[in-house]
C-alpha cells in the first residue's frame, strides 16, 4: 500500500519507450526486431555480437527495469531519466556513460517563440562490453543502420562504435548549425554598418542569447571527450580512440568559432547602442534648432502684445509689415547657420 500523501506510482511498460532492440554481429545488424531478454541470451552466441536498444524519453521506474535487465549501474539509470543533462562522461566498472547534446536551428522568421531558434535535446548513451543503450530526450537520433549495411567493418569495433558514429554526427550538425549562424551574424553586421539602416538591437540580443544557450549545450564536450580518451582508453579500442579524436577536433574548431560569434555580437551591441546615441543626439539638435527658430517669432509677437501705449511702432503705417519682415528674417539667418553647421 502506498504511503498517505503520497500519490500512487503508475509503471508504464518498458515497451512503450522502446524504439528498437536490435542484434549487431561483426559490424552488421540481423534481421528483426528483438525483446530486451531474448537479445541479451542470443547475443552470447556471438562472439563479435552485441545489443542495441534505443529508448525515447524513458521514466525512471522503465530506466529500473533496464538496468535489472542489463546489470546497469543504479547512478546510470538515475541520470538516464533525468533531462537537460550536461555533456559528460562517467564510468563505472566496465561500463561508460556519455552524454552528447542535440543542437538544431531554425529560422527566426518560422518561429513564433524567438527561444525556439536554438534548440537542444539530450542523447544519452549507456555503452557495456555486449550492448549499448541510447536514450533521448527531446532530440532526434541519428539512423546509421543504412551505413551498417554498406559498411559493417566502421561498426566492428562494437558497442563504442555506435557511441563514436552517434556523437560523429551530432557534432557534424553543430558544424551544420554553426554556418547558419554564421550567416545570421554577417546579416546583422550587415544591417548595423550599413549608413541610414534601421537598427534591430533586439534581434543581437536575441541571438547573443542563442549562442549563449549553444555553448552550454557544447563547449563541455570537448572536456568530456578529451576526458574519454585519457582516463577510459582501455575501454576504447585504438582505431576508435582516433575517431573520436577528430569528434573532439571538430568539436573544438565550433566552439572556436561560436566564441567569435559571442565577441562579434557583443561588438555589434556596443556599435549599435553608439550608433542609436549618436542618431538620438543629430535628432535633439534637429528639434533644439526648430525650437530655437520658432522662438523668434514667440518673442517679438509677445513684446509687441503687451499693449503699452508708448510703442511707436504700433502706430507705424508699415510697422506690422517691418515686423513679419524681421521675423522672417532672423529665422532665415538661423535655419542658413543651422544648416552649414549640421544642425538640419
Given at each position: 500500500m502506498e504511503p498517505k500523501g503520497r500519490a500512487p506510482k503508475f509503471n508504464v511498460p518498458l515497451?512503450?519507450?522502446?524504439?528498437?532492440?536490435?542484434?549487431?554481429?561483426?559490424?552488421?545488424?540481423?534481421?528483426?526486431?528483438?525483446?530486451?531478454?531474448?537479445?541479451?541470451?542470443?547475443?552470447?552466441?556471438?562472439?563479435?555480437?552485441?545489443?542495441?536498444?534505443?529508448?525515447?524519453?524513458?521514466?525512471?521506474?522503465?530506466?529500473?527495469?533496464?538496468?535489472?535487465?542489463?546489470g546497469i549501474h543504479r547512478l546510470i539509470a538515475e541520470d538516464a531519466s533525468s533531462r537537460h543533462q550536461r555533456p559528460k562522461i562517467e564510468r563505472y566498472d566496465n561500463q561508460l556513460f556519455l552524454v552528447v547534446r542535440a543542437v538544431q536551428f531554425t529560422d527566426d522568421e518560422e518561429v513564433a517563440d524567438t527561444r525556439e531558434v536554438i534548440t537542444t535535446g539530450d542523447v544519452q548513451m549507456v555503452v557495456g562490453?555486449?550492448?549499448?543503450?541510447?536514450?533521448?530526450?527531446?532530440?532526434?537520433?541519428?539512423?546509421i543502420f543504412a551505413e551498417m549495411d554498406t559498411e559493417p567493418r566502421m561498426f566492428a569495433a562494437g558497442p563504442i562504435s555506435v557511441a563514436w558514429r552517434i556523437s560523429d554526427v551530432l557534432v557534424d550538425q553543430y558544424v551544420h548549425v554553426t554556418g547558419l549562424l554564421e550567416g545570421e551574424v554577417d546579416e546583422l553586421e550587415d544591417e548595423v554598418f550599413t549608413p541610414g539602416s534601421k537598427i534591430s538591437i533586439?534581434?543581437?540580443?536575441?541571438?547573443?542569447?542563442?549562442?549563449?544557450?549553444?555553448?552550454?549545450?557544447?563547449?563541455?564536450?570537448?572536456?568530456?571527450?578529451?576526458?574519454?580518451?585519457?582516463?577510459?582508453?582501455?575501454?576504447?579500442?585504438?582505431?576508435?580512440?582516433?575517431?573520436?579524436?577528430?569528434?573532439?577536433?571538430?568539436?573544438?574548431?565550433?566552439?572556436?568559432?561560436?566564441?567569435?560569434?559571442d565577441q562579434r555580437l557583443a561588438s555589434l551591441i556596443d556599435a549599435s547602442v553608439a550608433k542609436i546615441t549618436l542618431q538620438q543626439n543629430q535628432d535633439m539638435r534637429a528639434i533644439s534648432a526648430f525650437v530655437g527658430m520658432a522662438a523668434v517669432p514667440t518673442l517679438i509677437a509677445?513684446?509687441?502684445?503687451?499693449?503699452?501705449?508708448?510703442?511707436?511702432?504700433?502706430?507705424?503705417?508699415?510697422?506690422?509689415?517691418?515686423?513679419?519682415?524681421?521675423?522672417?528674417?532672423?529665422?532665415?539667418?538661423?535655419?542658413?547657420?543651422?544648416?552649414?553647421?549640421?544642425?538640419l
Amino acid at each position: 500500500m502506498e504511503p498517505k500523501g503520497r500519490a500512487p506510482k503508475f509503471n508504464v511498460p518498458l515497451e512503450r519507450a522502446i524504439e528498437h532492440c536490435r542484434i549487431i554481429v561483426d559490424g552488421k545488424r540481423m534481421p528483426g526486431e528483438y525483446h530486451t531478454a531474448s537479445a541479451l541470451r542470443e547475443v552470447t552466441e556471438h562472439e563479435n555480437g552485441f545489443v542495441w536498444l534505443a529508448l525515447n524519453d524513458p521514466s525512471a521506474t522503465q530506466m529500473e527495469r533496464v538496468a535489472e535487465e542489463f546489470g546497469i549501474h543504479r547512478l546510470i539509470a538515475e541520470d538516464a531519466s533525468s533531462r537537460h543533462q550536461r555533456p559528460k562522461i562517467e564510468r563505472y566498472d566496465n561500463q561508460l556513460f556519455l552524454v552528447v547534446r542535440a543542437v538544431q536551428f531554425t529560422d527566426d522568421e518560422e518561429v513564433a517563440d524567438t527561444r525556439e531558434v536554438i534548440t537542444t535535446g539530450d542523447v544519452q548513451m549507456v555503452v557495456g562490453p555486449k550492448f549499448i543503450i541510447t536514450i533521448r530526450h527531446g532530440a532526434s537520433l541519428p539512423n546509421i543502420f543504412a551505413e551498417m549495411d554498406t559498411e559493417p567493418r566502421m561498426f566492428a569495433a562494437g558497442p563504442i562504435s555506435v557511441a563514436w558514429r552517434i556523437s560523429d554526427v551530432l557534432v557534424d550538425q553543430y558544424v551544420h548549425v554553426t554556418g547558419l549562424l554564421e550567416g545570421e551574424v554577417d546579416e546583422l553586421e550587415d544591417e548595423v554598418f550599413t549608413p541610414g539602416s534601421k537598427i534591430s538591437i533586439d534581434r543581437i540580443y536575441l541571438f547573443r542569447r542563442e549562442i549563449l544557450e549553444m555553448r552550454h549545450a557544447t563547449d563541455p564536450l570537448s572536456e568530456a571527450l578529451a576526458t574519454l580518451l585519457r582516463d577510459h582508453k582501455d575501454l576504447i579500442p585504438k582505431q576508435v580512440r582516433s575517431y573520436f579524436r577528430d569528434v573532439q577536433d571538430t568539436e573544438l574548431s565550433v566552439r572556436d568559432r561560436i566564441a567569435g560569434f559571442d565577441q562579434r555580437l557583443a561588438s555589434l551591441i556596443d556599435a549599435s547602442v553608439a550608433k542609436i546615441t549618436l542618431q538620438q543626439n543629430q535628432d535633439m539638435r534637429a528639434i533644439s534648432a526648430f525650437v530655437g527658430m520658432a522662438a523668434v517669432p514667440t518673442l517679438i509677437a509677445g513684446i509687441y502684445g503687451m499693449n503699452f501705449d508708448n510703442m511707436p511702432e504700433l502706430h507705424y503705417r508699415y510697422g506690422y509689415f517691418i515686423t513679419l519682415a524681421v521675423i522672417v528674417g532672423i529665422i532665415a539667418g538661423l535655419w542658413y547657420w543651422f544648416r552649414r553647421n549640421g544642425w538640419l
